[in-house]
């Protein structure tokens, strides 16, 4: 990476905010959804080490998308410190935000672009960094796929390829692997009361680190990096059309049942007859 890049300054990360801010969301997620439940057969073909950097990209389907984002980077990759992008003017409202890794973004105009690019390139020549970002920057339904990804994803990865490419070139020591790993998210209803959370990640592709001779432009990694976001929510729509829970890891159970009043009926009549009571209307994404 040039020297250029560690200018900027790397938001700092509160641990206690970080494990409260944790414990209630895991707790909010048991609340509102029926499961988590996630793919991650792709990132299991490609070596990725603890000292590479990563940037995770994803679709931009609802309201839930950073909580979504929050409990995926802790639960799958854990040994990732995680940063994220943020409206500086949303900062400004929920400050709290600033201590756990976001960092502001102006969106509207080129100064703010090229400070995330600063900001960004100076986090992933940290080891052990990553990134989560929409870059479709606006709500989008997860089956439509005509949304285009905002340009500084892609202007990231060429500059990052570039750098790399540079430094081996003048012999100079490299710093991290850095890769872009894409994630499709949606929030579906199967059986249940509650809708299910279900992420998808794609098969990561290398930006740096990977001793790449001629390293690929702005509108070629514009191309790589929309296809697999756009294969990867194409096969998680598959999966879930097809309710198909066998393609998924259940990583977090959470609200079942009808009406409470009729499940606590459901419960003590179960009890009262010695059988076995399961709130659940099926055995897809079930705890049990």
């Known amino acids: 990476m040039s020297a250029n890049s560690n200018v900027a300054e790397i938001p700092q990360i509160s641990r206690p905010i970080m494990g409260g801010f944790h414990w209630f969301m895991r707790r909010y997620l048991r609340r509102h959804f029926h499961s988590v439940a996630i793919n991650r057969e792709n990132l299991d073909t490609v070596d990725i080490s603890a000292r590479d950097s990563l940037v995770v990209y994803a679709n931009h389907a609802s309201w839930w998308d950073p909580l979504a984002a929050m409990f995926a980077a802790e639960l799958v990759l854990p040994q990732f410190r995680m940063y994220a992008p943020i409206d500086a003017h949303a900062l400004s409202k929920y400050r709290m935000f600033a201590k756990m890794g976001f960092f502001p973004v102006d969106q509207s105009s080129q100064r703010g672009a090229a400070d995330f690019l600063r900001t960004?390139?100076?986090?992933?020549?940290?080891?052990?960094?990553?990134?989560?970002?929409?870059?479709?920057?606006?709500?989008?339904?997860?089956?439509?796929?005509?949304?285009?990804?905002?340009?500084?994803?892609?202007?990231?990865?060429?500059?990052?390829?570039?750098?790399?490419?540079?430094?081996?070139?003048?012999?100079?020591?490299?710093?991290?692997?850095?890769w872009f790993v894409?994630?499709?998210?949606?929030?579906?209803?199967?059986?249940?009361?509650?809708?299910?959370?279900?992420?998808?990640?794609?098969?990561?592709?290398?930006?740096?680190?990977?001793?790449?001779?001629?390293?690929?432009?702005?509108q070629q990694w514009h191309l790589r990096l929309t296809e697999s976001l756009r294969s990867a929510q194409r096969e998680l729509a598959a999966a879930a059309i097809a309710r198909d829970a066998s393609r998924f890891e259940l990583v977090l159970g959470g609200?079942?049942?009808?009406?409470?009043?009729?499940?606590?009926?459901?419960?003590?009549?179960?009890?009262?007859?010695?059988?076995?009571?399961?709130?659940?209307?099926?055995?897809?994404?079930?705890?049990?």
């Open 120 to 178: 960004s390139r100076a986090i992933l020549s940290q080891p052990g960094a990553s990134i989560w970002i929409t870059p479709e920057g606006r709500f989008v339904d997860p089956r439509d796929d005509s949304a285009k990804l905002m340009p500084g994803l892609s202007h990231l990865a060429a500059k990052v390829a570039l750098a790399d490419h540079q430094a081996a070139a003048g012999q100079t020591q490299n710093g991290p692997r850095i």
């Open 182 to 218: 894409s994630g499709g998210v949606e929030y579906t209803f199967w059986e249940e009361r509650q809708p299910e959370l279900l992420i998808w990640f794609g098969k990561p592709l290398c930006a740096a680190g990977a001793g790449v001779e001629h390293p690929e432009s702005k």
């Open 255 to 288: 609200s079942s049942g009808t009406f409470f009043l009729y499940d606590i009926w459901r419960k003590l009549r179960a009890r009262l007859t010695g059988t076995k009571m399961n709130v659940d209307h099926s055995d897809k994404l079930s705890r049990d």
